[in-house]
């Protein structure tokens, strides 16, 4: 029979609220980026990670090799970061996320060994590289002039409205547009400014907004 040793209570609950804010911390910035993994889904990858370990502890106790959960806690994540890849024409996107998740989980592995000292760095170098690094990104690896698309749109089929939901689902807000409606035709004119973008990645925009239901043409410049 094997002989548990359950963590404190109030040492628990101080490792459990700790896995909640780093994988809430993290989250939020997929979350606002309307990825496919967000907020709720970083805080329970976060915060399972550091249940389970709590449990591979108090079950391990002197005998048993707390680390074995804990190597089927990553597993498990590797399958459900790969449910956020998807695949859009000759590119893929969600990689970014799924390697949040991947991370997140380690994070709350150190929270549940009660590690603080790596959880909180740990949690500020992800968010630092989820923001800072894609700022540098745009600045400095993808081209200066921001991206110019000029989209019309039937508007018994398609609105602005679902024309921002479609490029929020492709990790992309509106800095700039401008709507021109023609009553004879019952067509928009979109002239939407967005930040710089590498060009496969605008070709994919292109591309993606051809084919949405209510979009007469899409033309970059």
Known sequence: MVDIQYVPCQLMLGRLLMAVAAGAIVG????????????RTHVLVSTGACLFTLISISLAGDEFDPGRVAAGVITGIGFLGAG?????GGSVRGLTTAASIWAVS??????????WQAVLPA????YLCLTV??????????AKRGL??????????????????????????????????????????????????????????????????????????
């Open 28 to 39: 939020q910035e997929r979350e606002r980026r309307d990825q496919p993994a967000g907020l």
């Open 123 to 126: 949690t500020l170098l992800l």
């Open 148 to 221: 110019t698309l000029q989209v019309q749109l039937d508007e018994s089929r398609m609105s602005v409205t679902k024309l921002r939901s479609e490029l929020a689902c492709l990790g992309h807000e509106l800095s700039a547009f401008e709507v021109t409606y023609d009553d004879d035709t019952e067509t928009s004119l979109v002239t939407i400014e967005l930040d710089p973008v590498p060009p496969a990645e605008a070709a994919e925009i292109v591309e993606r907004l051809a084919k949405a239901e209510g979009v007469r043409s899409v033309r970059a410049t």
């Open 133 to 142: 690094l894609k700022l540098l990104e745009r600045k400095y690896l993808y």
């Open 106 to 115: 380690g994070v709350g592995m150190a929270a549940g060994i009660g590690w």
């Open 84 to 88: 956020t890849i998807i695949r859009y």
